[in-house]
């Protein structure tokens, strides 16, 4: 289970409470998020968060695995698969991306300012703060809330969501353009081997909006697709009780034989 920015492995809790049940379970937190150290100096950037996933993965001795992933943990857990497609099991997509876009909400753009975004991000937590109700449509109760932040409480601690902000690549002259580009160029191997795709999506996400649901049909054209018109981008707080379900049948083999998708409204 790959986490986002600014969540960290807490937003998968309910799922590793299910799905242990029958699997093993790795939630992972990134370097610089949730429970995992937090240096100042470190390059928080994507290739490096995909290196220390697969470490992890190798110093666990995993070598075959199904993935959930979620925000940042698309790129990051599709960077890591794309390079053994063969590993993959099946996987879980919620409303994340591995792909280029130039699409960026203002909101996110302004934390990338200089200076002006690095004071909002890290000085006046205005990046975790405010995700905790607008990644959401239904509120939080005010314990959860608490926790998605309770890593992120000065400014030393919010240094990686600051990292994840600035690690937008845009446009070629990024220095993470080149590692989103492999991988994207290894979503069409993993595509080839038509694993099992479980999408379930959060349609009021600000960020990660109807496009990306779209271009993900595009590209596991065999997936299994679930929309979710009232649910936000934090989309397992928002439509729990309906993705359970659907998690549960997925892992046990009953969803895989044969594709459905629905469609956002025109």
Known sequence: MVHGNPTWSYYYRHLVTLLSRTNRVVAVDHLGCGLSDKPQNYPYQLKNHIDNLQA????????????????????????????????????????TAAFRSQRIPWRIQLCRWPFIGKLLVRGLNGFAGPAVFMAVTRRLRPEVAQA????????????????????????????????????????????????PVLVCWGGRDFCFNDHFYLEWQKRFPHAQCHYFKEAGHYVLEDALPVIRPLLEDFFS????SSAKCNQPAQ
């Open 56 to 95: 992890l993965l190798t110093q666990l001795q995993i070598t075959s695995y199904s993935m959930i992933v979620h925000d940042w943990g698309g790129a990051i857990g599709l960077g890591v698969a794309g390079k053994t497609p063969q590993a993959l099991e099946k996987l879980v997509i919620l409303n």
């Open 148 to 195: 998605y932040l309770a890593p992120y409480d000065c400014w030393d601690n919010r240094v990686a969501v600051d990292g994840f902000v600035r690690d937008i690549p845009l446009n070629s002259t990024h220095p993470s353009y080149e590692t989103l580009v492999r991988v994207e160029e290894g979503l069409q191997a993993l595509a080839d081997r038509d694993i």
């Open 253 to 256: 083999g009953v969803s895989g």
